[in-house]
């Protein structure tokens, strides 16, 4: 295969998409290519972004499509549709069953900000796992990108990065530092990994 044929699934602001459409055009990803974003959210920043880039956007709601099987079944058939090899959620903010993750084994990626097993699993994320880690008082926290399956940030883990937690910080000023210093450089480098993993099998 020449390249891996990479789906984005976003929900809103899209800084991880962007960070993997500046590791394209950087060639830091090589072995892989975004054919496709999906956004569960219409309102997206991430859709303009992915316009920006010339890269095909799609809106699926589970609203439009009546149910939770439906909206994985109208999902499964984009991805079908454009032959694509690896998934990777990004700030994708929807639940995905079974029938779902058992169709892509080891073939979707998540980015969570926080050091799993910390911070993590149902109802943890976005600020909420930063206003968590602040809470219990961890020091260092960070990010990780899993392999997805049917356990809420259960996967395999395939990077982490650790980001220093400051004294003054505030659940924001924490995400954003996760988000630059830890999000954005081991979700393209996971992209990476395992586009080349795919393509050399
Ligand atoms: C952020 O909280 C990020 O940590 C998590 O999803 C949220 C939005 O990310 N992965 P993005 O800016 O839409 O990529």
């Keep these: 295969m020449e390249k891996a044929r990479i789906a984005v699934l976003v929900s809103g602001g899209g800084?991880?998409?962007?960070?993997?459409?500046?590791?394209?055009?950087?060639?830091?990803i090589q072995s892989g290519k975004i054919q496709l974003v999906v956004s569960n959210n219409p309102g997206a920043y991430a859709l303009e972004r992915a316009a920006k880039a010339g890269?095909?956007?799609?809106?699926?709601?589970?609203?439009?499509?009546?149910?939770?099987?439906?909206?994985?079944?109208r999902l499964l058939e984009l991805l079908r549709?454009?032959?694509?090899?690896?998934?990777?959620?990004?700030g994708f903010m929807?639940?995905?069953t079974e029938t779902f993750t058992s169709a892509y084994p080891k073939r979707i990626l998540n980015i969570h900000p926080?050091?799993?097993?910390?911070?993590c699993g149902k109802g943890f994320y976005g600020l909420k796992v930063h206003e968590e880690a602040l809470k219990y008082g961890v020091k260092v926290t960070g990010a990780t990108v899993h392999f997805v399956n049917e356990i809420p940030d259960g996967g395999?883990?395939?990077?982490?990065?650790?980001?220093?937690?400051?004294?003054?910080?505030?659940?924001?000023?924490?995400?954003?530092?996760?988000?630059?210093?830890?999000?954005?450089?081991?979700?393209?480098?996971a992209v990476e990994l395992?586009?080349?993993?795919?393509?050399?099998q």
């Design 114 to 119: 926080s050091l799993i097993p910390s911070f």
């Design 156 to 189: 395999e883990i395939i990077l982490q990065k650790a980001v220093d937690v400051l004294p003054e910080d505030t659940a924001e000023t924490l995400q954003r530092r996760v988000m630059e210093q830890a999000e954005w450089k081991i979700l393209p480098q």
């Design 194 to 200: 395992v586009s080349k993993h795919i393509t050399e």
């Design 94 to 96: 929807s639940i995905l």
């Design 15 to 28: 800084t991880n998409l962007q960070a993997l459409i500046d590791a394209e055009r950087s060639g830091m």
């Design 55 to 73: 890269i095909s956007g799609v809106v699926v709601t589970k609203k439009e499509c009546g149910s939770q099987a439906g909206f994985e079944e």
């Design 81 to 90: 549709e454009n032959q694509i090899d690896l998934i990777v959620l990004a």
